[in-house]
T-cell receptor, first 112, second 113 residues
Framework: EPEVTQTPSHQVTQMGQEVILRCVPI?????FYWYRQILGQKVEFLVS????????KSEIFDDQFSVERPDGSNFTLKIRSTKLEDSAMYFC??????????FGPGTRLTVL | GNSVTQMEGPVTLSEEAFLTINCTYT??????LFWYVQYPGEGLQLLLK?????DKGSNKGFEATYRKETTSFHLEKGSVQVSDSAVYFC????????????FGTGTRLQVTL
């Protein structure tokens, strides 16, 4: 069964460093999403991406964040200068037609 | 804005007990409603969904009914198993769109023998 994959599973970085979180969505899907979950808090929407552009973003998704689909398979989230409060589990999701969203296993980001 | 409120966990039950996890929502219009489950070390998986009032979503023995009058979508299962131990998330999405999911905080269920 096709699934969304994410790498790495755990990323540790120093405050102020750039990180890139990678996702491989399901191959025929057209809609892509990033969510995050700070420990003990809600899963929060960050950004959605369709037709090679951002279709929606939350107030969390400020200038420090960017997304890219550099080739036909990867979907990346970049955080330019990480802060302590960026420590969270980051989930990628994809959807074929904007209906059911399929989630990856997440990347745990720890900012020291 | 839209929001989802879930009962706090953890919920600890013995095997074969009846499960209810409460979920209420605030939204304009008629959102679609979802329950997602997260097993240890895995991503979020769609458990069931309902797209209009009075719809009942069901899967793997779990059920939830979309109640517009009480703005609720409570998750139930008649007899839980140890393998049901996981975190359960209630979520909503604006109807008919490819837009974001809005999640509740999640409820951890622990089922013991």
């Amino acid at each position: 069964e096709p699934e969304v994959t994410q790498t790495p599973s755990h990323q540790v970085t120093q405050m102020g460093q750039e990180v890139i979180l990678r996702c491989v969505p399901i191959s025929n899907h057209l809609y892509f999403y990033w969510y995050r979950q700070i420990l003990g808090q809600k899963v929060e929407f960050l950004v959605s991406f369709y037709n090679n552009e951002i279709s929606e973003k939350s107030e969390i998704f400020d200038d420090q964040f960017s997304v890219e689909r550099p080739d036909g398979s990867n979907f990346t989230l970049k955080i330019r200068s990480t802060k302590l409060e960026d420590s969270a589990m980051y989930f990628c999701a994809s959807s074929e037609r904007g209906n059911e969203q399929f989630f990856g296993p997440g990347t745990r980001l720890t900012v020291l | 804005g839209n929001s989802v409120t879930q009962m706090e966990g953890p919920v600890t039950l013995s095997e074969e007990a009846f499960l209810t996890i409460n979920c209420t929502y605030t939204a304009t219009g008629y959102p679609s409603l979802f329950w997602y489950v997260q097993y240890p070390g895995e991503g979020l998986q769609l458990l069931l969904k309902a797209t209009k009032a009075d719809d009942k979503g069901s899967n793997k023995g779990f059920e939830a009914t979309y109640r517009k009058e009480t703005t609720s979508f409570h998750l139930e299962k008649g007899s839980v198993q140890v393998s049901d131990s996981a975190v359960y998330f209630c979520a909503l999405r604006k109807a008919g769109t490819a837009s974001k999911l809005t999640f509740g905080t999640g409820t951890r269920l622990q089922v013991t023998l």
